[in-house]
């Protein structure tokens, strides 16, 4: 999906390590000043490229915010396939466990991602992502994630499966949110209990307990 937040898309590969490089300063920084506090001044001085530089690739604040969610999103998904190589074959109730298992890593091990993963991760932060194409309503964090489990993970189809995934989705941000307000590695107890919400949930939506 094309991104909105992008002004010109990097070919050359010093454009590409430039753009890698500013990303790289922005989630550092999420982690040192937070959210509100972010400039793309900063994010340029952290970077050691001219301000200009920035706007040369982004829609200032928000487009690189964007495109961090992005690149997130696909570390996910990179993640969430390694882990389903490993397992054998897959329930949603699993699949769901192991969602929350990389999430919880890369909360732990990912710059800037307990700040902003694909969204303000503070309640009812905005989405930097952009909208889904799915008539039914999806986002693309579900949209993504379905698509992965039905196509890699070889699960089965659920019935009414962008407003299952989209609940899913909010409910373990508020689980881990919970969970990381508590301690910078989560609280463990909230953790369990954010997985064993989803995996109920899953297992009444699909049948597959």
């Not at 490089?21 to 050691?48: M, P, S, W």
């Not at 508020?174 to 463990?188: E, I, Q």
């Amino acid at each position: 999906m094309e991104n909105p937040g992008i002004r010109r898309r990097p070919v050359q590969k010093r454009s590409i390590d430039r753009v890698e490089r500013i990303l790289d300063a922005c989630a550092h920084l999420l982690d040192e000043v937070g959210l509100d506090a972010l400039t793309t001044v900063d994010v340029a001085r952290r970077a050691g490229v001219p301000s200009g530089t920035i706007y040369q690739f982004f829609d200032g604040k928000p487009g690189m915010l964007r495109e961090l969610a992005l690149r997130n999103l696909d570390l996910l998904l990179v993640r969430l396939r390694h882990r389903v190589a490993e397992e054998g074959p897959l329930t949603w109730p699993r699949a769901a466990e192991l969602v929350l298992a990389v999430t919880v890593e890369m909360r732990r091990t990912v710059p800037g991602y307990t700040v902003v993963d694909f969204a303000d991760t503070r309640p009812g932060g905005q989405t930097f992502l952009p909208p889904g194409e799915s008539k039914e309503g999806g986002d693309v964090l579900a949209e993504r994630l379905y698509h992965f489990a039905l196509d890699e993970a070889g699960l089965p189809p659920l019935p009414d499966p962008y407003h299952v995934m989209r609940l899913a989705i909010q409910a373990t941000a508020a689980a881990l949110h919970l969970a990381f307000a508590a301690s910078p590695d989560g609280d463990p107890v909230m953790i369990e209990q954010g997985r064993t919400l989803l995996r109920a949930y899953f297992a009444a939506v699909s049948s597959a307990g």
